[in-house]
């Protein structure tokens, strides 16, 4: 009889209200997209890797916004509208989990090899 795995939990991170209300915090600046401030700042995130907390604290909550995490998905007798949204919102999830999930470390034991 094979052995089933059993699914290992993501460890969590404590601080995560202390990370919410950071991003809370985060002040986009009025004309951000216009002013190419937008665009210098995910280039110093996502290419050129110069970026300071709070450029990428911006790009977070950019992506954020732009996926709704917080808000309501259900689009009323548009069912195709609703799925968009569910996988944008999704998306920020896993961006969210993988900034709060602890890695697993190298002493513990891997069943699967």
């Known amino acids: 009889m094979p052995t089933t795995r ?12 202390e990370f919410t209300e950071a991003m809370a915090a985060v002040d986009i600046p009025s004309g951000y997209r216009r002013s190419g401030q937008e665009h210098r700042d995910f280039r110093a995130v996502l290419i050129d890797c110069t970026a300071d907390k709070i450029q990428a604290r911006r790009v977070l909550t950019r992506i954020f916004n732009w996926g709704s995490l917080l808000a309501p998905v259900h689009e009323e007798g548009d069912p195709y509208a609703t799925h968009v949204r569910i996988g944008a919102q999704q998306l ?7 900034l709060n999930s602890l890695p697993k470390q190298a002493d513990e034991e891997d069943p699967g090899g």
């Open 92 to 98: 920020c999830q896993r961006i969210l989990m993988a």
């Open 6 to 17: 059993r699914k290992r939990l993501p460890k969590v991170q404590d601080d995560i209200i």
